[in-house]
């Protein structure tokens, strides 16, 4: 196949114009039929850049946009650790342990003495047993509020024992408790007999109010109604709440007086009278 061309370019091979990919021979007159594969591409040579000896050897910047190149002084720098704001780990004291969720001082109430008596096995110990011998002797000193408390930590102090003795510990504490048990009990009676008593003698020891003003126009009304006589009675402001008796004055329009003796015959303040 030859193409008869004028004002052609010299010999050699060029794009074949048919579209196979390849390179085709062109005699300086026309397309042959010669067809290659045309050669790969020579590699890019890397143009070397010259450092200006004013400034010595330069020094190979940190990788990443804006980061400053490392002191050589300091060593090469540690990789920082994963997360936003976190510090790279000490090479010297190995990979961190994981944080242990903290739930602070406070003892969740579930594992409380008072709460489970189960809790807490472990040490082998009978806290209960021991507070509760404590306060049942400031039960028998009269405690009212000691003798129940100390019967609630003895029968805690009790059940804690059997725990133990159930896990494989000595039932410690379980004296105590028993101990415990029957001190705040006597400790609670005795509480009971003292407050008793001092409510009865704050009873008798109450002394009986008397209204003297009632008791004047009592008598004025009494002695009208049992000798017709209308008189004004006037009793002793000195008398003492809870006499055993006492006198009043009874006087008339006339002027004259007549005593009236007033006997109290009670506790409650209940009281007699009659002219003496």
């Given amino acids: 196949m030859t193409t008869p061309t004028t004002g052609n370019p010299p010999a050699g091979?060029?794009?074949?114009?048919?579209?196979?990919?390849?390179?085709?021979?062109?005699?300086?007159?026309?397309?042959?039929?010669h067809v290659q594969t045309p050669p790969p591409p020579a590699p890019a040579v890397p143009t070397q850049f010259t450092p200006d000896p004013r400034f010595g050897p330069a020094t190979p910047a940190a990788g990443g946009f804006g980061q400053a190149a490392p002191d050589p002084r300091f060593g090469p720098a540690a990789p920082a650790a994963g997360g936003f704001g976190q510090a790279a780990p000490d090479?010297?004291?190995?990979?961190?342990?994981?944080?242990?969720?903290s739930t602070g001082w406070i003892q969740p109430v579930e594992n409380h003495y008072l709460?489970?008596?189960?809790?807490?096995?472990?040490?082998?110990?009978?806290?209960?047993?021991?507070?509760?011998?404590?306060?049942?002797?400031?039960?028998?000193?009269?405690?009212?509020?000691?003798?129940?408390?100390?019967?609630?930590?003895?029968?805690?102090?009790l059940k804690r024992a059997t725990r133990l003795e159930a896990a494989g510990w000595e039932p410690k504490g379980r004296g105590r408790a028993r101990w415990a048990m029957g001190l705040s009990i006597v400790g609670l009676v005795i509480s009971s007999l003292l407050v008793a008593n001092a409510v009865r003698g704050a009873l008798a020891d109450a002394v009986p109010t008397l209204d003297l003003r009632a008791m004047e126009t009592e008598i004025a009304a009494g002695v009208a109604e049992q000798a017709g006589v209308t008189v004004t009675v006037q009793c002793p402001d000195t008398v003492v709440d809870g006499a055993t008796s006492f006198q009043c004055v009874a006087v008339d329009p006339a002027g004259a007086s007549t005593t009236v003796n007033v006997q109290v015959v009670d506790d409650a303040g209940g009281w007699t009278w009659q002219i003496g």
């Fill in 13 to 33: 091979w060029y794009t074949d114009p048919a579209g196979s990919g390849g390179e085709r021979w062109f005699d300086g007159a026309g397309w042959t039929e």
């Fill in 91 to 101: 090479p010297r004291f190995g990979p961190a342990a994981p944080a242990a969720a």
């Fill in 115 to 157: 709460v489970n008596t189960a809790a807490n096995l472990d040490d082998g110990k009978n806290t209960p047993a021991r507070v509760a011998l404590v306060v049942s002797v400031l039960a028998m000193l009269g405690v009212p509020i000691a003798g129940v408390a100390g019967i609630v930590l003895a029968v805690v102090g």
